[in-house]
């Protein structure tokens, strides 16, 4: 019998993607799903951009464009990267993809060997060790708490670099914790990496408008860092275009042509329409755009903390960007609902969609499996409802 790859079967389902889909099934039978499970800003993409779209159509922009993007949008995005990150890059040295999600993939085939080791900061995104898997290299988990505002240290880095080490891989702001490193924090993980100097940095900076420390640094700005450092950013956070699909690094040339080679054999460019409408949004000024999305997010984040604060056993830092809350829930564990007990964090989150109709995402999935996503990119009145039916429901268990 005909059979999937092994490559397919080592792969897991995005656990994001997975509790959306079963949070559509429960409401496709007629249930009150509250959807706190995706990454995605409930706002709606900028008019401006729209309407540069929409001329894009008009002026024909349906054809094939370069690998990497037009060059106009190279461009608009170099002044970006000089002008938010102090961060010098030539056209060339940025390619365009269809999402920052192909970014790290093409990142990771480029440059990843069999059994290469990537370190990985816990919490990371669910899909960099998927895509590392992917790309047949071996990740390498370095693991953090609640008590350490979900940071890791240059002593826990070093102490996990073999010569196998290929890539430090990290989000700042970060999915899933909202943690943000600091400049000092940056900088003394750079001094680290100075006494290995083969060590590539992928820098994933796509939360870069949602800090609410007004105090964005990009590692790749640290002298040391700049010939190895790639950073990756997009425009489905910052400006609410999810379904765009536009990301973008810039990187060292060398690195930059081994994504365009992958790129040009799988997809080639992302659409020439978003890639107009992503021009616009590079030149226009971010904070005009992104401040009061930002603003909205902070007071649901300060609502949300505070209604959480109220269920015995739930345990918060403060996220200091991005939109997701990221609370140590282990309390729960081993209480039971009947006879069935509550062993970890996947249990709890099937729990609550089941019981409370409330859809979140199990920590396993980002390295910290005595933790749960949360996700405030959501109404006011939806986030005040799910505390309030996780309250009821966690009381429940006994």
Same mark, same amino acid.
């Given at each position: 019998? /005909?059979?999937?790859?092994?490559?397919?079967?080592?792969?897991?389902?995005?656990? /994001?993607?997975?509790?959306?889909?079963?949070?559509?099934?429960?409401?496709?039978?007629?249930?009150?799903?509250?959807?706190?499970?995706?990454?995605?800003?409930?706002?709606?993409?900028?008019?401006?951009? #729209?309407?540069?779209?929409?001329?894009? =159509?008009?002026?024909?922009?349906?054809?094939?464009?370069?690998? *990497?993007?037009?060059?106009?949008?190279?461009?608009?995005?170099?002044?970006?990267?000089?002008?938010?990150?102090?961060?010098? +890059?030539?056209?060339?040295?940025?390619?365009?993809?269809?999402?920052?999600?192909?970014?790290?993939?093409?990142?990771?085939?480029?440059?990843?060997? *069999?059994?290469?080791?990537?370190?990985?900061?816990?919490?990371?995104?669910?899909?960099?060790?998927?895509? =590392? #898997?992917?790309?047949?290299?071996?990740?390498?988990? !370095?693991?953090?708490?609640?008590?350490?505002?979900? #940071?890791? /240290?240059?002593?826990?880095? &070093?102490?996990?670099?073999?010569?196998?080490?290929?890539?430090?891989?990290?989000?700042?702001?970060?999915?899933?914790?909202?943690?943000?490193?600091?400049?000092?924090?940056?900088?003394?993980?750079?001094?680290?990496?100075?006494? %290995?100097?083969? !060590?590539?940095?992928?820098?994933?900076?796509? %939360?870069?408008?949602?800090?609410?420390?007004?105090?964005?640094?990009?590692?790749?700005? !640290?002298?040391?860092?700049?010939?190895?450092? =790639?950073?990756?950013?997009?425009?489905?956070?910052?400006?609410?275009?999810?379904?765009?699909?536009?990301?973008?690094?810039?990187?060292?040339?060398?690195?930059?042509?081994?994504?365009?080679?992958?790129?040009?054999?799988?997809?080639?460019?992302?659409?020439?329409?978003?890639?107009?409408?992503?021009?616009?949004?590079?030149?226009?000024?971010?904070?005009?755009?992104?401040?009061?999305?930002?603003?909205?997010?902070?007071?649901?984040?300060?609502?949300?903390?505070?209604?959480?604060?109220?269920?015995?056993?739930?345990?918060?830092?403060?996220?200091?960007? @991005?939109? %997701?809350?990221?609370?140590?829930?282990?309390?729960? +564990?081993?209480?039971?609902?009947?006879?069935?007990?509550?062993?970890?964090?996947?249990?709890?989150?099937?729990?609550?969609?089941?019981?409370?109709?409330?859809?979140?995402?199990?920590?396993? @999935? +980002?390295?910290?499996? &005595?933790? !749960?996503? =949360?996700?405030?990119?959501?109404?006011?009145?939806?986030?005040? &409802?799910?505390?309030?039916?996780?309250?009821?429901?966690?009381?429940?268990?006994?």
């Amino acid at each position: 019998m /005909t059979e999937v790859s092994e490559r397919l079967n080592r792969l897991a389902e995005s656990a /994001t993607l997975a509790m959306a889909r079963m949070s559509r099934e429960l409401k496709e039978e007629g249930y009150d799903i509250i959807a706190l499970s995706l990454g995605e800003p409930d706002f709606d993409t900028p008019d401006f951009i #729209k309407e540069s779209a929409k001329k894009a =159509i008009d002026d024909n922009f349906s054809h094939y464009t370069p690998v *990497p993007g037009l060059l106009e949008l190279r461009e608009a995005i170099c002044r970006k990267f000089k002008r938010d990150n102090n961060l010098d +890059f030539t056209p060339n040295q940025i390619v365009c993809s269809t999402g920052a999600k192909q970014s790290l993939a093409n990142l990771c085939l480029s440059l990843l060997n *069999p059994k290469d080791e990537v370190l990985l900061p816990c919490p990371y995104w669910v899909s960099y060790v998927e895509i =590392i #898997k992917l790309a047949e290299g071996v990740s390498v988990e !370095i693991p953090s708490t609640i008590t350490t505002d979900f #940071k890791v /240290t240059p002593e826990q880095l &070093e102490a996990a670099i073999t010569p196998k080490t290929k890539l430090l891989m990290f989000s700042s702001p970060c999915n899933p914790s909202g943690t943000v490193y600091s400049k000092e924090e940056l900088l003394a993980i750079a001094k680290m990496l100075e006494k %290995y100097p083969d !060590i590539l940095i992928i820098s994933d900076e796509i %939360y870069e408008h949602i800090n609410f420390t007004n105090a964005h640094f990009s590692i790749g700005t !640290i002298p040391s860092m700049k010939e190895r450092t =790639i950073t990756v950013n997009g425009l489905s956070k910052g400006f609410a275009m999810t379904g765009w699909r536009l990301g973008f690094i810039g990187a060292p040339l060398w690195i930059a042509n081994a994504c365009n080679k992958v790129q040009g054999q799988i997809t080639s460019a992302t659409c020439a329409i978003a890639q107009k409408a992503g021009e616009t949004a590079m030149l226009a000024d971010p904070k005009a755009v992104t401040t009061d999305m930002k603003n909205t997010f902070l007071r649901r984040r300060d609502m949300l903390l505070e209604k959480l604060k109220e269920i015995p056993g739930i345990k918060c830092n403060i996220p200091k960007g @991005a939109f %997701y809350i990221f609370p140590d829930v282990s309390y729960y +564990f081993g209480k039971k609902d009947g006879d069935k007990t509550i062993e970890n964090a996947n249990d709890l989150c099937m729990y609550l969609l089941n019981k409370a109709h409330v859809a979140l995402v199990s920590g396993a @999935a +980002f390295g910290n499996p &005595e933790c !749960i996503r =949360i996700s405030y990119a959501a109404a006011d009145d939806k986030l005040m &409802e799910a505390a309030k039916r996780m309250k009821e429901k966690l009381a429940e268990l006994k």
